[in-house]
């Protein structure tokens, strides 16, 4: 189902490699080196006053950049073309900068009822409190989304595909109806998309027309499942500005030591993605098959939801995959059918070395219907071989049938 010719345009996979960054003279070493500091001196006061973090033409403090940050902020930007990048320590703190950034009370947000969970809940509790509302919308029907649309209405948010339930979204539509509606309305609304699954990879979030990319760099680029971090991209200047200094009110920092990470895996994204992708539609595939499956949730399939609109804006589909298993299965042994794994360890996240599972509620989760009965398992697909991650799984599906006698 992937193509590894057209995963990546090769001109980006190789200035993902041959980065911009010139080592110090005489010492011609091929990773950039781990700058790290609170304090940057001056020479006199003058260059004091005169330095401009702001567009990023002169170093002032460790929190507002060092050559480290600002060359991994160059490659992410590229990687997801776009233009201008912040660092923030996690992609939850990737998500929250751009409601913080962007909404004032009075605003409201509309977010898809797919979307990662803490960004529902950061909009439910915080922005709440700060007299900012929100509301869910179905990421499947643009009616639904017109619909919720008002004059309060100042962002939307996407994801493709959404978080558990990999349903894809038709953004370029979604784009077009939010347009219809400000128009009239003079007034901008602007658009963000969680853009962690892509990757910058899968498709050119720009390309569908958002605004502002938000990405869990803990994820794909990082590769290791060993750091934590985020970025929010964007090609307004006007934007960038507006998350650059609420980013310096917030004090988002991010470590040397952890954007030299980021920076080592990088390196390998493109083929880490193309590999996961392909050994991830391949079980995908398989436990279609499966007696005790009731589905597969996973944007490739062809009858998985918005897979025609994944396969005219995609070149890939990620490592994640959900199972809904037969409504027979009971909680206990859909929770045996986890312990069960050895392979693919019990944790959150993803896009790590290590396939991952773990069980999910989704009924309890959603405010639009939910159309299975059975319980969700969402598998992350790791690195390990194919056929021994096949008879990991298959070894406990074989489990839950003896339980059931
Ligand atoms: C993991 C994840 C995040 C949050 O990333 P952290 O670095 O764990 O905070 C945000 N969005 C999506 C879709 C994710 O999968």
Redesign the pocket.
């Known amino acids: 189902m992937s193509d590894d010719h057209k995963l990546l345009p090769a001109q980006l996979q190789t200035q993902l490699i041959h980065h911009p960054y010139r080592p110090p003279a005489g010492f011609e070493a091929l990773p950039p080196a781990v700058h790290k500091a609170s304090t940057v001196i001056f020479s006199n006061v003058a260059a004091m006053r005169s330095r401009d973090y702001r567009h990023k033409t002169g170093y002032t403090y460790g929190l507002h950049g060092t050559p480290t940050t600002f060359t991994l902020e160059a490659r992410i930007a590229t990687l997801e073309g776009g233009q201008f990048c912040e660092l923030v320590p996690?992609?939850?703190?990737?998500?929250t900068l751009v409601g913080m950034a962007f909404l004032k009370a009075g605003d409201e947000v509309l977010l898809p009822d797919n979307s990662?969970g803490?960004?529902k809940s950061f909009a439910q509790v915080e922005l709440a409190a700060w007299g900012i509302t929100h509301r869910f919308y179905d990421p499947m029907d643009s009616a639904d989304l017109a619909a919720k649309l008002s004059s309060k209405t100042r962002l939307v948010w996407f994801?493709a595909a959404g978080?558990l339930t990999m349903e894809f979204p038709d953004v370029p539509a979604a784009i077009a109806v939010i347009k219809a509606f400000a128009q009239p309305h003079a007034r901008g609304i602007l658009t963000a998309m969680?853009n962690?699954?892509g990757s910058g990879i899968a498709f050119c979030a720009f390309d569908l027309g958002v605004d502002v990319s938000a990405h869990?760099?803990?994820?794909y680029p990082s590769g290791g499942s060993d750091v934590?971090?985020?970025s929010v991209v964007t090609r307004d200047e006007a934007l960038y500005l507006l998350l650059h200094l609420c980013h310096m009110r917030l004090g988002f920092g991010v470590s040397g030591n952890d954007v030299e990470l980021v920076l080592r895996g990088l390196n390998t994204i493109a083929l880490r993605y193309a590999a996961q992708d392909s050994a991830t539609c391949a079980l995908a595939l398989w436990l279609q098959k499966q007696d005790q499956v009731e589905a597969v949730l996973h944007p490739a399939l062809p009858n998985s939801p918005g897979h025609a609109t994944w396969a005219r804006d995609c070149s890939a589909a990620a490592c994640l995959l959900s199972i809904v298993f037969k409504p027979e299965y009971d909680q206990d042994q859909i929770d045996g059918f986890c312990d069960q794994l050895k392979l693919f360890k019990l944790g959150y996240?993803?896009a790590g070395p290590i396939s991952l599972c773990a069980p999910y509620d989704i009924a309890s989760m959603r405010t639009t219907a939910w159309p299975y009965k059975g319980g969700l398992v969402r598998l992350s697909v790791g690195l390990e071989a194919l056929d021994d991650l096949r008879s990991d799984i298959a070894q406990a599906l074989s489990a839950m049938h003896y339980s059931k006698g």
């Open positions: 996690s992609g939850l703190a990737a998500l990662y803490p960004n994801e978080s969680d962690t699954w869990a760099l803990t994820k934590l971090m985020g996240s993803w």
